[in-house]
C-alpha cells in the first residue's frame, strides 16, 4: 500500500483540529457518523481508498466504535490512531495528546504542539 495517505475522522471540529497541528498536507474526509452501505461505497469509491494509505481517527464513544468497526470491516488495510478514552472525543483532546497520537503514526506534526 504506497498510495497517498488519507486520514478518516468522524467530524468537521476533528478535521480541523487535526489540519492545525499537522506540519504536512494530508487529506482529510469527515463520514459525519455512521455509514450506510451506499454513502460508504461512494467514500471508497470517490477517495480511492483501497489504493492508498487509510488512517482512522474515531471518538472513543458508542457511534466512535460503531464507526471504526464498519471501516475496519470495509478498509481492512487501514491504521487505526487512538486517542485517550479519558478524552472521548477527538475535538475534546488536547493538541499535544493528539500531536503526539499522529507522531506514533509518523506524521509531520508542528513542534509548537509537542510541548
Known sequence: MDGERIVIVEGITDKRKIKKILAEDIEII???????????????????????RVYILVDEDDSGYKLRKQLSAELPHAVHIYIDKAFREVAATPEPELARALLNRHFKVKSIYLI
Do not use: A, F, Q
Open 30 to 52: 469527515c463520514t459525519h457518523g455512521t455509514l450506510g452501505i451506499e454513502r460508504m461505497e461512494e467514500l471508497i469509491y470517490d477517495y480511492n481508498l483501497d489504493e492508498r
